[in-house]
Structures are given as C-alpha cells and as structure tokens.
C-alpha cells in the first residue's frame, strides 16, 4: 500500500463547479499535512497546511479526519486557472511524503 | 524575497559524463531536501539535511549519486557516471525546519542522451 494515495484523475470540470480531492495516508504517527499544487513544468507550490479543525483559505477548504487518516480539499466556484495537478503531502518524522498528485482541468 | 535558487536550469549530457546540479537555499531556512521527478514515479525524495547534516539518504538511487551541504547556503547533487534513466527533473526544497512546509526551486531539467 502507498504512504499517500489520492484519487485517480483526471478532473475535468466546468468553471465555477465545486471539485473535492480525497486522500489517504498510512502510518497513524505522521504529524502534519498539507496540500501543494503543481501547474505543468513548474515546481510544487505550497497551496495551505491542514489542521485538525478544518480550515479554509478564500475558495480552497481542508478537511483532515485523522480517525480514518483521511484529508480532503475542496474548490468552491473553480477558475480556469486552477487547472493544475494537487498533490496531498503527510510529515513523517519530518520527511515529507508526496501523493501522485490529482489533475484538475478547468474547462470554460 | 529570493526564494530556493537552482542551477542550472536545463542540462543535457551524454552518458557517463558528470552532472553537478546547484541549489541555494532561502536564507534562514534549517532543511535542504533535495527530490527528483519522473512521470512513471513521480516526487520522489532523494536526500535532506537537517543543519547542513546528511539525515537521511535512503532515497539515493545507487552510489552514483552524492550530495554535499558544505554550508547554510549551498548544496550540490552530483552523478557520476550519468545514465539514460537518470533524465529526471530535480528539485531542491528548503523549509524553517523538519517537518514544516517546503519552499521548492524551479528545478533541474536534466537529460542524459
């Protein structure tokens, strides 16, 4: 089994759809999470940390549910330029482990 | 603000020759973390230094490959002798310490031929 595995893509949807990305991770002990985007040919970019309480950043909520060792994100009213892949990231000992990323089209 | 620094950017070479990738790392920053990506494996971390220390290494494909962090503001990523399958992009990350949220360079386009 993966450390970090997320949905298979891609996503394809219309602008102004709300999209959610699921992932899940193994090892119970890892201690932080977060989510990154990455846009083709550039490098990862931090897009929000995810706290145990949920929390959002303007269209962009993070769930984590560390029961079920679940995190998830949710775009709200997408924009063709969140067109990008979104990779679910776990701290384990203070490595961070990356998912195979989510693609996400945004179609007008 | 300078943020994670690589070079160079793109490098072609031809097998058995070798490669030295470059990174700088945002200044004040504790972590080096040096990744490498392909298509079929995706981000893969290679190595990190926590305080200019080699912490883990157990992602370095083969003894071909060898990093340095002889200071807090510099790195290098070396193969020697370079192959077809190590054509990959390579990034470097920094980050204020373990386990925080990683700062990644714009990366390393390497193509062995």
């Known amino acids: 089994r993966k450390e970090v595995e997320q949905d298979p893509g891609p996503f394809n949807v219309p602008e102004g759809a709300t999209v959610a990305f699921n992932c899940t991770y193994s090892?119970?002990?890892?201690?932080?999470f977060f989510w990154y985007r990455q846009d083709c040919r550039k490098e990862p970019k931090l897009l929000m940390s995810?706290?145990?309480s949920g929390n959002e950043d303007g269209r962009f909520t993070a769930q984590l549910n560390r029961a079920s060792q679940y995190i998830s994100l949710l775009i709200r009213d997408s924009k063709l330029s969140d067109s990008a892949t979104y990779l679910c990231?776990?701290?384990?000992?203070?490595?961070?482990?990356f998912g195979q990323g989510t693609e996400l089209s945004v179609k007008p | 603000d300078a943020g994670v620094i690589q070079s160079p950017r793109h490098e072609v070479t031809e097998m058995g020759q070798e490669v030295t990738l470059r990174c700088k790392p945002i200044?004040?920053?504790?972590?080096l973390f040096w990744y490498r990506q392909t298509m079929m494996r995706g981000l893969e971390l290679l190595i990190y230094?926590?305080?200019?220390?080699?912490?883990?290494d157990s992602g370095m494909p083969e003894d071909r490959f060898s990093a340095k962090m002889p200071n807090a503001s510099f790195s290098t990523l070396k193969i020697q002798p370079s192959e077809p399958r190590d054509s990959a992009v390579y990034f470097c990350?920094?980050?204020?310490?373990?386990?925080?949220?990683?700062?990644f360079g714009p990366g390393t386009r390497l193509t062995v031929t």
């Open positions: 090892n119970s002990a890892s201690q932080s």
């Open positions: 990231v776990v701290n384990q000992g203070g490595k961070l482990i």
């Open positions: 230094f926590n305080n200019n220390v080699p912490i883990d």
């Open positions: 990350a920094s980050s204020p310490g373990r386990g925080w949220e990683q700062y």
């Open positions: 200044s004040g920053h504790n972590s």
């Open positions: 995810v706290y145990s």
